[in-house]
C-alpha cells in the first residue's frame, strides 16, 4: 500500500508463516481477525473496534486518550466499505498506527487489520479516475480541494475560502444544514491535503505541446517556467520574427549575391509569421520569381492571405497554366476556393427576418 514497502512478496510470505505459526503458539497479543471470526458472526467493524480500543490501550504515547476512544465508536457506526478510504486517511491514530505497521513491518498488526488494508487498497485500485477526483472535489466550487478544511457535522470536505465565505453568509452547514457549523468548529485534514497537493495533473499548456506531468502544489510554479506557456510561445515568435527580419535586412543591404532558394525559405518563414509586407519584399530579389512554379503559389497564398484578393486570384491562375499535373491543379483550385469562403458573397442578400416574421403572424 505504501511505496516504501519494496519487496512486497516477501512481506505477504513473512505475513503467511506467521499466521501459520501464531496459530499454533499461544500468543500474548491481541486476538487476530480470523480467530474471532470462527466463533461469532459480529460485524467487521464491530471486531475492528475492538482491537483498535486494545492497541489504542497499549499505546502509552496517546495523549487525548477519551477523544481517540470516540473515535473508535465514530469508527465502529461509520467504516463501511464506502468510507474506508476516508478512514484510512483521516487523521488519527488509526492511520499512524496502519502507517507504522508498514513502516516497521509489523505482521501481527497488519494480519490484524489486513481486512481493512486490503478493502481500502481494493478501493483505490478498482476506484475510477472519477471517483476518485470527486472525493478531492471542494462541495462547494467542485474544484481541487484547497486549504482543505472538514465539517465536524458530516465530515464533509471543502476549501477553506470556499466554505468560510458560506458561513460568513450566514449559511449552515451546504451538507446536512446543521447550524452549529461555524469557522472555528472547522476540522484540518492534513493527510487529505497532502494528497491532493501531490496529485499530477496535466500541465494547462498540454495542446502546445507540453507533455509534464506536474504535482498539483507546483502547478503555478510550471506555469510560469513552462516553455510552451503562452508568453513563452509568443516570446520565441517575436524571437523568431526578429530573426527573420535581420535576414531580410541582410539579404537586401548587402550586396552578397543571394539564391532564390534561400531567398524562398525566407519568404515562407515570413509568410508563417504573418509578416506579408517583410515576405513580398524577398520576391523583389529573385530571379525565377515568375518561372518557378513553387514561387508563384507562395506569392499567390500571401496576397491570399493578406486579403489582396485580385492579386492572388491573378497569381493561382498563372500557377494553373504553369502546370499540368492534376493534382497540382486540384490543389490550386481548392487553395482559389478557400478564398472565395472567407471572402462574404455579396451577391447573396442577407434573410431578411423582419419579412419572414410577418409572413408568419399573418398565419
Ligand atoms: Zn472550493
Ligand atoms: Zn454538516
Ligand atoms: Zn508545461
Redesign the pocket.
Given at each position: 500500500m505504501k511505496s516504501f514497502i519494496v519487496k512486497f512478496d516477501e512481506l505477504i510470505s513473512q505475513i503467511r508463516s506467521y499466521q501459520e505459526q501464531s496459530s499454533q503458539i499461544k500468543i500474548n497479543e491481541p486476538l487476530s481477525i480470523k480467530k474471532i471470526c470462527k466463533n461469532n458472526e459480529l460485524n467487521d467493524n464491530f471486531i475492528y473496534s475492538q482491537l483498535l480500543n486494545d492497541y489504542l490501550l497499549q499505546i502509552k504515547s496517546i495523549s487525548n486518550l477519551q477523544n481517540e476512544l470516540n473515535i473508535i465508536c465514530e469508527f465502529e457506526n461509520d467504516c463501511s466499505s464506502n468510507r474506508t478510504l476516508w478512514w484510512y486517511t483521516r487523521e488519527t491514530f488509526i492511520y499512524h498506527l496502519l502507517n507504522k505497521a508498514f513502516r516497521i513491518q509489523n505482521k501481527m498488526l497488519i494480519l490484524s487489520f489486513s481486512i481493512l488494508i486490503h478493502t481500502s487498497t481494493n478501493k483505490t485500485m478498482t476506484a475510477t479516475q472519477n471517483s476518485i477526483e470527486q472525493s478531492f472535489e471542494c462541495g462547494i466550487c467542485h474544484d481541487y480541494l484547497t486549504e482543505v478544511r472538514e465539517t465536524p457535522c458530516c465530515h464533509q470536505l471543502f476549501c477553506f475560502t470556499c466554505i468560510q465565505q458560506w458561513l460568513n453568509q450566514g449559511g449552515s452547514c451546504p451538507q446536512c444544514k446543521s447550524t452549529s457549523l461555524t469557522e472555528n468548529t472547522l476540522l484540518k485534514n492534513v493527510v487529505l491535503q497532502r494528497i491532493v497537493d501531490n496529485i499530477e495533473l496535466d500541465?494547462?499548456?498540454?495542446l502546445a505541446g507540453?507533455?509534464?506531468k506536474?504535482p498539483r502544489c507546483d502547478l503555478e510554479n510550471?506555469?510560469q517556467l513552462?516553455?510552451?506557456?503562452t508568453a513563452k510561445l509568443a516570446d520565441k515568435q517575436q524571437q523568431k520574427l526578429q530573426k527573420s527580419i535581420a535576414l531580410l535586412n541582410q539579404y537586401t543591404e548587402t550586396a552578397i549575391p543571394v539564391s532564390d532558394n534561400d531567398l524562398y525559405d525566407l519568404a515562407k518563414a515570413l509568410h508563417e509569421q504573418y509578416a506579408y509586407a517583410e515576405a513580398r519584399k524577398c520576391f523583389g530579389k529573385m530571379k525565377t520569381k515568375n518561372s518557378s512554379l513553387e514561387i508563384v503559389i507562395l506569392q499567390a497564398h500571401i496576397e491570399r492571405d493578406d486579403g489582396k484578393y485580385t492579386d492572388a486570384l491573378r497569381l493561382y491562375d498563372q500557377a494553373y497554366d504553369m502546370t499540368t499535373s492534376p493534382s497540382q491543379r486540384i490543389e490550386l483550385l481548392l487553395a482559389k476556393k478557400r478564398m472565395f469562403i472567407t471572402v462574404p458573397d455579396k451577391s447573396i442578400p442577407p434573410l431578411d427576418l423582419s419579412h419572414n416574421m410577418s409572413c408568419r403572424s399573418e398565419n
Open positions: 500541465c494547462p499548456y498540454v507540453c507533455s509534464a506536474v510550471h506555469k513552462c516553455p510552451y506557456s
